[in-house]
């Protein structure tokens, strides 16, 4: 028992020290479909949180990431959407857990 307790204190303490450092602390791509040429940084993205997009896509991954701070979060899923060569994010299902907000979305193309 006491080696969990200390287990999850050293846990608290790194989990205190990405939050205090107002980084990421986790992301997890998981590609799914085409793989494509990355688009380049800050490329334009179009984002729907709520659900699925009203167009027709290709789902190229998904992501779950976990951080200090919403606009974070979805910071990190924008870049990483571009890197993958996706041009659309849908479907987030969130939660905030001990001072830190977990979003899982879907990075998709554009069906054209």
Known sequence: MVRRGWGFAALALVAFAVAVAGGCADIEVRMLGPQLPARPAGCPLDVFP??????????????GVSCSARDKCV???RKHACAVGADTIYGFAESLESGFTHINATFAIRVR
């Open 50 to 63: 709520g659900g699925k997009p009203p167009f027709v896509t290709t789902d190229v991954a998904s992501a």
């Open 75 to 77: 910071d990190a899923l």
